[in-house]
């Protein structure tokens, strides 16, 4: 089994669900249930990674405080190596309360330590005792970003593979840096409004095409419609997603992109990883918040077993 190590985010996710209405300014409503979970695309990454049974590694940083310790025991819970994970005195860690109804979903957050881990807090020595390196939530990564390629350089040389998931700008500004950072690149996974708005491009063919660099496999997750990526001829590779019960779909994402990992970085063939990450991104939502119902083996095998 590869080693993997995720460099990125740490946060509690607060949902209250069921609320009889959002909040408005001097009112007060009622939810029908409240759930502290792990958040942030990184931790459920990683956390699927590790259910699925992978030997997951992570480097991040959260403050000294209870949510902090929260993060920290839940990926030692999961069997994650938290040796890497920094808890800084001066950091308040991150926090997304997450407010539904029976039709609609906001979010507010507190951004707080999801932006402070630096290329400089993973070293060398880290890098060399993984071999695969993934990174989500470039642009919340505040002071990561403008370091990444230097770091997927240096993981590069020491023989490791590279993933990256962008997430989603919250400025929607995008930025014109892509060419050049997915050059250092092995495997790129946007959903499909994130790749429309790094590549400018309405159509998702033509946003894969204007991306492709020759190096990086581009894969794009379409949430009921699966995902897609290209062949050697540029031409669409499509897989259909698995249709479950759903309860919540937060981090489904992130659990897609755990699935995928596992079976691409086992060698299946690219067919085959497509449909894992679909199962995995599926099953991860049959529980409230991004790691309740995550995927072991076992239950995704199954599932790509009966739609076979």
Known sequence: MKRILVAGELNV????????A???????????????VPGSSSMICAMGL???GNPVAFAGKVGV???????VSALQGAGIDVAAVHRDPALR????ASFSTSSDRALVTFAGAIGALRAADVGDEL???ADHLHVSSYYLQSALRPELKSLFVRAGKLGLSTSLDPGFDPEQRWGDEWHDLLAEVDLFLPNDVELAGISGCESMLDAMRALDNGRTRIVVKRGRNGCATLDGASKLIEAPAFAVDAVDSTGAGDSFDAGFLHAWLRGLSLTEALRWGNACGALST????GTARQADEAEAKALLGSAA
């Open 13 to 20: 996710d607060l949902v209250f669900r069921d609320c009889q």
């Open 22 to 36: 959002f909040p408005a300014p001097g009112r007060e409503v009622l939810a029908e249930d409240a759930l502290v």
């Open 50 to 52: 590790a259910r699925l």
């Open 65 to 71: 405080d209870g949510w902090g310790g929260f993060c």
């Open 93 to 96: 860690t991150g926090i997304t």
């Open 127 to 129: 890098l060399a005792s």
């Open 286 to 289: 049959r529980g409230v918040g």
